[in-house]
Structures are given as structure tokens and as C-alpha cells.
């Protein structure tokens, strides 16, 4: 599909978009650099760990050396793999100077990361067969008592790995689907895959099955009997929130797994599907209804930790009827190699747009501040960063103080000297903030 298409159809006149090979991204340049870094960073955690595993490993014979061996060979494998299919977007190698990285923690979409949702990526390509096809019967049998009109132009909102946007692309054959997700590394895996190239991705299930071998080098393709890719689908890199879609251009929205895990609460997302489809178009919601699990952006607000009832209250208020909802119990991410699986009781549902309302601005708006969006405006001195800033100065203080001999007892009496904090409330506290530095510590 060129890029015109995808342009003149489906995203604002003037929307910005750039090119990473044949994957858009509608991040702009400043939000694709933040997830760089923050690749960068999970590179440098891999690294340590690879180091870690070294020093081990030396010390280490019978099984423990196989299990490290294997670790070793694997992370090194995983850490290639990234990189080459990050390559299209930038450069990502581990950084230099980590603690500068760790401390400078990027804030993007911290409630998504870079490895967060691998396992979707086997699960889509690889070993899941069982689960994709319940999750495209799901779909298709809501659809089937959706609507007669045609269905064209299709959204996928937080698309993952790809694999339901690509099997509703091949057997709703609709003229075009745009697929999104807000993660660089899952548009890139999404995109070769259902291109029709295979790939090779390392999985690290959270209990192996075989404890010594800890990581498996799966082969993510379509499926050899698979019918050949239909033209017209589109991943691209955005956030579903802020990237620049025409408004009223979509017939259909999918959001599998997806309302939940925003920081939007449900009004704002029904109220963003509302703008982007076209009266009488389609919004297939599946996946969990856990809100009250979110505790991110507008989640953080206990009013908007609503029920699955209410949540459907707050989609029929925003604009839509809705036609038909269901549950479905189902296995979960099911990998073969892990001991560990889950059993989700899941809810969908479809509407239909009814009428158009406006659009809902939360807390959770990803729209950084122009001060924050540019390198060159002045940074407002906040109340909340006097704040911090004490706190930092605080933390650096203790830091400053470890010097191999001083024990907790002796920082807290420079505490008290300073008139910082009584040496009994001083001890307790310091105690703490040492432990939880130790323990992140000892994680690397
Ligand atoms: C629970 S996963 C579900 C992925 C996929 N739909 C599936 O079922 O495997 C949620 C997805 O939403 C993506 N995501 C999170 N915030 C997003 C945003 N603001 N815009 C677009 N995608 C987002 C994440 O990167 C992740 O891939």
C-alpha cells in the first residue's frame, strides 16, 4: 500500500508521519528518540545481566553452568535480535555510562516496555495457533451480526505483534487496515512477519519447563499453509491517543487487550474511537475489563476504576449503541515452554456509532508540554519539582556519605548535626531507602 494511500484516506491533511523502511511512525521525532533511549537502557539491564551471568557462570559447575551457559548464549542472541530489528528506527547499542541512563528514567508510556508483551509476539507467530484462532472466531462472530454495509477501512489499536490485525486483514478483507501500536519493536516484528519474511526471536518464559534451558529461539512466520498476504495492511508506530488519524475515516476499530492497560480512562477512549469512525462505523472492544488493576493517568482516580458494567454505561453514553457483548473463557498465553499459564475470562462486545460527541481530555493526555517538547524552552519550577529536588538532594546526600566505613547509625547523626531529621527517625528511614537501593541492586 504507498504511503499516499495511507496518507490521503486515513490521516489528518497535514499530519506529520515518517518512514522507517516500509513501517511508518506517527510518534513524533521526540517521542520516537525517548523510546531509543529507553531501548538503549533495557540493552545496557541486558548487558549487566550478561555480565552477571559471566561472573557466575566462572564460579559455577554441574547443572548451574549449564543453566548460566544457556542464559549467556541466549540473552547475547536476544540482544542481536533487537538490535537488528530496531535497526530501521536508529541505532540502538547498550549505552556507556548506565547509572547516567538509570537515572534519567524516560516517562513514555511507562506503563509499556520494550520486552513487556515478547510473549505476544510467540504467542502471535509461533506457538499460539489455538489461542489466534479463538481470538479471530471471537471477532468474526461478532462482526457477523455487526452491520451489512461494507467494511473498508479498518483501525487496530494497540495491534501488538500484529497477528489479530493480521488474520482480520485476510478474512474480513477489507481495503485497508492500519494497524497501530505505540511500541517500535512489536510494529517491527508485526511488519517482517506478515510481510511474509521469518524471524528469529528468543523467548524467556517466566518458569522454563526445562529449568536449564531458560531461553528458546523461536521462528516467528506465517504459517505454511497460510494464504499469501493480502495487500492493503498498513503497522505503523503511534500512540492511539495522540497520532494524527482523520477523523470520522474508519469503518471499523478493534481494540483487543487494549482499554484496560491505557491510562485513559474509558470515557476518553470511547470518546477518541467516537471521533475516528465514521457514523454507523464499527468498535469491536475484546480482551479484560480489569480497570481497577490500572493505576496509571486517569486510573489513578478510584471513580474511574469502574465495572464492566459501568464501562458499557460510559461507551453507550459516549456516542454508541451497543449490539451484542459476550464472555468467553479462554487459555491465555499458553506457552509450551513455560510451566506457567493463564485462563482468562474475557469480555467483548460490539457497537455502532450512533451519533458523534465531543472529545474527552484526561489527566493521562500524552501531549507533552511545549516546554517539555523542546529542547530550548525554559523548565517551569514547579511546585511538585521543589519537591522532588529535595528528595534527590536527599538521596544524593546519603550516597555522598557511603564511604566504606560509616555505618547507618554514623549517617544519622550527620543527619541530626545538619538538623535534617532527629537520629532516631533518621535511622529507621535510612535503613529503608538503603534497602530498596540494595535490593534494585542486587536485581541487575
Ligand atoms: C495487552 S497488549 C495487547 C496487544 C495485542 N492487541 C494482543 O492482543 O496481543 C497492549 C498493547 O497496547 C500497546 N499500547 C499501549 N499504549 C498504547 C497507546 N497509547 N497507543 C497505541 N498502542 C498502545 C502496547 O504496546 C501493547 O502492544
Known sequence: MPTRYVRDDLLQADAEFARHGEMLSLLNDDALS????????????????ITACRQAHADSRGAARQRL??????LEAYLEQLSALLAPFGQVSPPETMGTYAGLRVGLAEHTDITGYNTNAHR????GARENEQALAIVSSLLASASDEPIEKVLVLGAGAGRLAFDVHQSLAPMTTLALDINPLLVAIAHTVSSGAELHLTEFPAAPRDPLEVGFRNELALAANAPRPRSGLRFAVGDAFTAPLREGAFDLVLTPWFIDIVPQSVARTASRINALLRPGGIWLN????????????DFANPAECQSQAEALEIVRANGFELFDARDDEIDYLCSPHSRQSRRELMHSWSSTKLRQVESIRGVADNRLPEWLA?????IPALEAFRYQAEATKIHAYVMALIDGER?????????DKQNLMPASEAR??????????WREAMRL
Not at 42 to 48: F, M, N, V, Y
Not at 124 to 127: A, G, R
Not at 374 to 378: A, F, G, Q, R, T
Request: hydrophobic residues 35%; contains cysteine.
Open 34 to 49: 525517548h523510546w531509543l533511549a529507553r531501548f538503549k537502557r533495557s540493552t545496557g539491564e541486558i548487558q549487566q545481566r
Open 69 to 74: 551457559g544457556s542464559e549467556i548464549s541466549h
Open 124 to 127: 502471535d507467530w509461533c506457538w
Open 286 to 297: 475484546t480482551g479484560s475489563s480489569a480497570f481497577a488493576a490500572n493505576r496509571s493517568g
Open 374 to 378: 523542546s529542547d530550548s524552552e525554559p
Open 407 to 415: 555505618s547507618i547509625a554514623r549517617i544519622a547523626d550527620v543527619f
Open 428 to 437: 529507621p528511614a535510612i535503613r529503608e531507602m538503603l534497602t530498596t537501593m
